[in-house]
């Protein structure tokens, strides 16, 4: 099979998903073109894709890396999005119910980015793309053992600060109050 053909239906199937990675470890809406980048470099270096792991779990490898150099060349200005997650969220919800909502995805993405880069990187993966381990293990090329470790590592790190987050909020309403 021609490798710019099969990128190009890997494009059609994973797109979205390498859309989302690179949407929550950058923390940005603006990464169209590290999406286009993450198939550059497939097509480039699709003679190297060894089909151990699945397109997908080799796409979001190459997104992760594209991120990192991203971040690398950004390192002189402070590069924190506004907003975390792409969807925005419908159903009915109320005003109020909606800022709630926000706020929430802003304490806990401001929270993530707070966390070291592995555990950032498991989160992501792991917590919000809801990768396997498998797939998260050849996409960082971790062990196993390391992938679950970071993980719950990672998940217990984030439980502490949000709830030091929540535990502010509160005596932040008392000093209003009193």
Same mark, same amino acid.
């Given at each position: #099979?021609? /490798?710019?053909?099969?990128?190009?239906?890997?494009?059609?199937? %994973?797109?979205?998903?390498?859309?989302?990675?690179?949407? %929550?470890? /950058?923390?940005?809406?603006?990464?169209?073109?590290?999406?286009?980048?993450?198939?550059?470099?497939?097509?480039?270096?699709?003679?190297?894709?060894?089909?151990?792991?699945? *397109?997908?779990?080799?796409?979001?490898?190459?997104?992760?890396?594209?991120?990192?150099?991203?971040?690398?060349?950004?390192?002189?200005?402070? %590069?924190? *999005?506004?907003?975390?997650?792409?969807?925005?969220?419908?159903?009915?919800?109320? *005003?109020?119910?909606?800022?709630?909502?926000?706020?929430?995805?802003?304490?806990?993405? +401001?929270?993530?980015?707070?966390?070291?880069?592995? %555990?950032?990187?498991?989160?992501?993966?792991?917590?919000?793309?809801?990768?396997?381990?498998?797939? +998260? #293990?050849?996409?960082?090329?971790?062990?196993?053992?390391?992938?679950?470790? +970071?993980?719950?590592?990672?998940?217990?790190?984030?439980?502490?600060?949000? #709830?030091?987050?929540?535990?502010?909020?509160?005596?932040?309403?008392?000093?209003?109050?009193?």
């Amino acid at each position: #099979m021609d /490798t710019s053909y099969e990128i190009e239906e890997w494009f059609n199937l %994973y797109s979205d998903d390498v859309y989302n990675f690179l949407v %929550y470890y /950058t923390g940005s809406k603006e990464v169209d073109d590290l999406v286009q980048d993450v198939f550059i470099r497939a097509i480039k270096n699709g003679g190297r894709f060894e089909a151990r792991s699945n *397109p997908k779990t080799w796409l979001i490898s190459i997104a992760r890396n594209i991120a990192i150099d991203h971040f690398r060349k950004k390192r002189w200005e402070r %590069y924190l *999005p506004e907003k975390f997650f792409i969807k925005q969220v419908s159903g009915g919800k109320q *005003p109020e119910e909606q800022i709630i909502f926000e706020e929430e995805k802003n304490d806990l993405y +401001t929270e993530i980015m707070k966390l070291k880069q592995s %555990y950032r990187d498991v989160l992501v993966m792991r917590g919000i793309l809801e990768m396997s381990v498998e797939d +998260t #293990m050849n996409a960082l090329r971790w062990s196993e053992a390391k992938v679950v470790l +970071t993980f719950h590592r990672a998940r217990k790190a984030l439980k502490k600060q949000m #709830m030091n987050v929540e535990r502010g909020k509160i005596d932040e309403t008392r000093e209003q109050q009193g």
